[in-house]
């Protein structure tokens, strides 16, 4: 079990660009979830999936942002456009399922985006 | 709008001492809850997670839940300064659709 991984650690670009972020959850977990944390907040849930099936996607989450999870295994998260206030670290984390006992989150290393 | 609720501190408590963390919930569904640590510029790691009523201890650390109250708190025995982090208190509910956070706890022991 190598965790939870995150490529890349770190991402600086220029606002209007498109940012791609990807996550590899532990191999036998079927959930998968994404977060973004700003400094001084917890982390803030912005979508899961359930093997591939994405369920649910906060209402906070512009259009700006799609995530896949095409064979129910890696995830990618996709910013269009970024702005300013799309700083933030990004957090994955994967769960074995949702129901109680199988829910606990594991979380990956992050990625910290800024946008100039 | 389901919530979690969390003192922001600083919370500063002297090596030794016993620290104390306090979380409270808004929903009354909820059935999992989890204490994270996270240190400044990492992730969140898993402390301990609790499902039912009462204490469940791990080496120093003891979780406390009372769903009735809707309160879930952290003690941290034997403080040490390598305790100093932020303490994230999650919840889940029963179908497991709504883990949400709170805005976490800022623990300082000093030496």
């Known amino acids: 079990d190598t965790g939870v991984s995150q490529d890349p650690r770190h991402k600086i670009t220029k606002r209007g660009q498109n940012v791609t972020f990807r996550c590899d959850p532990i191999?036998?977990?079927?959930?998968l979830y994404w977060y973004r944390q700003t400094l001084g907040q917890g982390p803030e849930f912005l979508t899961y999936f359930q093997n591939e099936a994405q369920l649910e996607k906060s209402r906070l989450l512009s259009d700006r942002f799609s995530a896949e999870r095409p064979k129910g295994s890696f995830s990618t998260l996709e910013i269009q456009h970024t702005e300013q206030g799309d700083s933030a670290m990004y957090l994955c984390?994967?769960?074995?399922?949702?129901?109680?006992?199988?829910?606990?989150?594991?979380f990956g290393p992050g990625t910290r985006l800024t946008v100039l | 709008q389901k919530e979690v609720e969390q003192n922001s501190g600083p919370l500063s408590v002297p090596e030794g001492a016993i620290a104390s963390l306090n979380c409270t919930y808004s929903?009354?569904?909820?059935?999992?809850f989890f204490w994270y640590r996270q240190y400044s510029g990492k992730s969140p790691e898993l402390i301990m997670s609790?499902?039912?009523?009462g204490d469940k201890e791990d080496g120093r650390f003891t979780a406390q839940l009372n769903k009735a109250s809707q309160y879930v708190s952290l003690l941290i025995r034997d403080s040490q300064p390598s305790d100093s982090a932020t303490y994230l208190c999650a919840v889940n509910d029963v179908y497991g659709q709504n883990f949400v956070f709170g805005p976490g706890t800022r623990l300082s022991v000093l030496p």
């Open positions: 609790i499902y039912s009523n």
């Open positions: 929903d009354r569904v909820s059935q999992s």
């Open positions: 191999s036998e977990h079927n959930r």
């Open positions: 984390a994967s769960s074995l399922s949702g129901l109680a006992s199988d829910d606990t989150q594991y």
